[in-house]
Nanobody, 121 residues
């Protein structure tokens, strides 16, 4: 069970931190990710993290977004800095039962309901 929170409307250049509360899922040997979907576009991978803390980012967010996890709190995070209007989308956290760092949406099994991020210019 995955539940996202933290999405809101911000000005360009601002920052947000998204959270994903995780339950019923084992971190060990598995990986998680953040995805986003803008109106009229396909869902795309933004960032992924494995159980050892290794990370992978889409080129469009590399250097601006940071994915992290706090296993003691069973929470996945996405820190988003220097936000741009093109970052506007519904953001989803996702999990899968293998350790590989992937940004392909079809590789993920479990999904949250999403949280909306809107960036205005």
């Amino acid at each position: 069970h995955l539940v996202e929170s933290g999405g809101e409307s911000v000005q360009a250049g601002g920052s947000l931190r998204l959270s994903c509360a995780v339950s019923g899922y084992t971190y060990s040997g598995n990986s998680m990710g953040w995805f986003r979907q803008a109106p009229g576009k396909e869902r795309e991978g933004v960032a992924a993290i494995d159980s050892n803390g290794w990370t992978k980012y889409a080129d469009s967010v590399n250097g601006r977004f940071t994915i992290s996890q706090d296993k003691t709190k069973n929470t996945l995070y996405l820190q988003m800095n220097s936000l741009k209007p093109e970052d506007t989308a519904m953001y989803y956290c996702a999990a899968k039962k293998n350790p590989f760092l992937d940004l392909g949406r079809n590789l993920y099994t479990y999904w949250g309901q999403g949280t909306q991020v809107t960036v205005s210019s």
